[in-house]
């Protein structure tokens, strides 16, 4: 196999559909189906898995059960289980609830911010402070997150220098990691590219994760881009889940069967059982009952269809 000098030779793939990708579905899906889906991917070797949200019901109520499902899971060992937490409130339940790392979500865009978490961003920092040092405290990771940092679906273009402005305000917290997100997918390689060259000069790549939507069609390419920047930790979700509320328009994240596919083409370990995540995408298009958002995964089902004769 040809394998570049610039690409990584293994990739880290947070699997964000039990969050990023359900969260947005009107009809509430039933914990039953949130837990199954959670310990098949569990199964398929995510070594990080974003399971849950402790948000305000009153602003996302598909994550209103989220206690429920962290106590219904199964935990494989060395599995970290993930959830947001925007506030101390949600912290005492990410705690109660023995989540492996909690998520501080944030924006470039103090439009977005607003919309999404009701705050400024410094106001956000502030709020994240006790926060952070709760979690660690407690010897819980955090992961910060950045909304919009490719564009904002209300203020447009967003300076490189914005984002990097608010990595340092989340790596001053405490941040072992922080996700660089592409909101409403508008982001194309070049863009990729300037983001991730001026945000390198603050942290190591290494600390960055990239968290691509797909609405244009560009995740791949982009996550392509964002490899040959250094960057080897990606969040994808399942059958290309989900769309983000206070971003209309928003589609999912990209598929993860179709990384799993780019990834495996170009000789980069996963440690992730590509037929097992296709089986699960099939499972919750299924039980939501709409089309697998998967490339890779239509196909592969379509050709295992084909040889039994279906
Ligand atoms: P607020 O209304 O300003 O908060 O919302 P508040 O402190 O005034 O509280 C209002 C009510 O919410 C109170 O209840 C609180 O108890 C309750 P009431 O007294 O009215 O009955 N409340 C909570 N309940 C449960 N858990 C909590 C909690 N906090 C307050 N943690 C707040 C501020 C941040 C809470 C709200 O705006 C919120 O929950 N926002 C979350 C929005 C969200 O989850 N968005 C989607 C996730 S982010 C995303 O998808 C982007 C990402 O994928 C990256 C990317 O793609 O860009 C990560
Ligand atoms: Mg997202």
Known sequence: MISSPYLPKKVKIVEVGPRDGLQNEKTFVANEVKISLINQL???GFSNIEAAAFVSPKWIPQMASSEIVMAGIDRMPGTIY?????????????????????????????????????C???????????????????????????????????????????????????????CAEIDIADTIGIGTPNKIKAVFEHIGQI?????????????????????????????????SSV??????????????????????????GLGIETGIDFELVVRSGNYISNVLNRPNGSKAGRAFLAKVALSAGD
């Not at 010897?139 to 564009?151: D, F, Y």
């Not at 609405?215 to 930790?233: F, K, P, R």
């Not at 059958?239 to 495996?264: F, I, K, M, R, S």
């Open 42 to 44: 569990s199964s398929a």
């Open 82 to 118: 993930s959830v947001l937490v925007p506030n101390l409130q949600g912290f005492e339940k990410a705690l109660a609830s023995r989540a492996n790392e909690i998520v501080i979500f944030g924006a470039a865009s103090e439009t977005f911010s607003q919309k999404n978490i009701n």
């Open 120 to 174: 400024s961003i410094a106001e956000s920092i502030e709020r994240f402070a006790p926060v952070t040092k709760a979690a660690l405290d407690h010897n819980i990771r955090v992961r910060g997150s950045i909304s919009c940092a490719m564009g904002c679906p209300f203020e447009g273009n967003i300076d490189p220098a914005k984002v990097g402005e608010v990595v340092r305000l989340m790596a001053d917290l405490g």
């Open 203 to 235: 942290l190591p790549m290494s600390t960055y994760s990239g968290h691509f939507h797909d609405t244009y069609g560009q995740s791949l390419a982009n996550i392509y881009a964002a490899m040959e920047m250094g960057v080897s930790t990606f969040h």
């Open 239 to 264: 059958a290309g889940l989900g769309g983000c509320p206070y971003a209309q328009g928003a589609t999912g994240n990209v598929a993860t069967e179709d990384v799993l596919y780019l990834l495996a």
